[in-house]
């Protein structure tokens, strides 16, 4: 019988601390500040840290990247339709690692059974380099793919909102 996850109760002060973390201020928490915004001692700022951190809330941190900056300004999203196979069933998995520009993928019901996001630094690159790993990695069983071309970002919001 599988073991059961028990659900995490979250009371305000810790929706309060975790909309505090996203907002993206520190790579790692400085428990300081936090105690500083939120009016509670340090003591007890570290101790919810810590708890939402065991519980697998926190999964961990990381600095937010300008990928402006670095020249990758050219999103691409790509849907694809596998040919009807039997033995296709890795192929996502395979596609979803055919290149380090890669940045999502998902599996899909409905018309699509893979759906990629991509970041690369403009459309010669995708398909000179991006797109022919995809079509490597797909070895012969992509059925069809579709090219979604961003032309402006309206929005992008990696918190999770509570």
């Not at 059925?143 to 071309?149: A, I, R, S």
Request: with cysteine; net charge positive.
């Amino acid at each position: 019988m599988p073991k059961e996850r028990k659900k995490f109760e979250l009371d305000l002060s810790d929706i309060r601390l975790i909309n505090v973390l996203q907002t993206g201020e520190t790579c790692a928490p400085r428990i300081n500040r936090l105690a500083e915004l939120m009016g509670y001692s340090v003591s007890t700022i570290h101790g919810k840290v810590k708890k939402l951190e065991n519980a697998g809330l926190i999964l961990g941190y990381s600095a937010l990247i300008n990928e402006d900056k670095l020249g990758r300004r050219q999103t691409i999203f790509v849907l694809i339709r596998l040919k009807p196979e039997k033995d296709s069933e890795k192929i996502p998995q395979i596609l979803a690692f055919a290149h380090p520009s890669i940045q999502e993928a998902f599996q899909t019901a409905g018309n699509w059974e893979l759906v990629l996001k991509i970041k690369a630094k403009d459309l010669k690159e995708y398909n000179e380099t991006i797109k022919p790993a995809i079509i490597e990695a797909g070895r012969g069983k992509i059925g069809e793919m579709v090219e979604l071309v961003s032309s402006n970002r309206i929005k992008e919001d990696w918190r999770v909102k509570l």
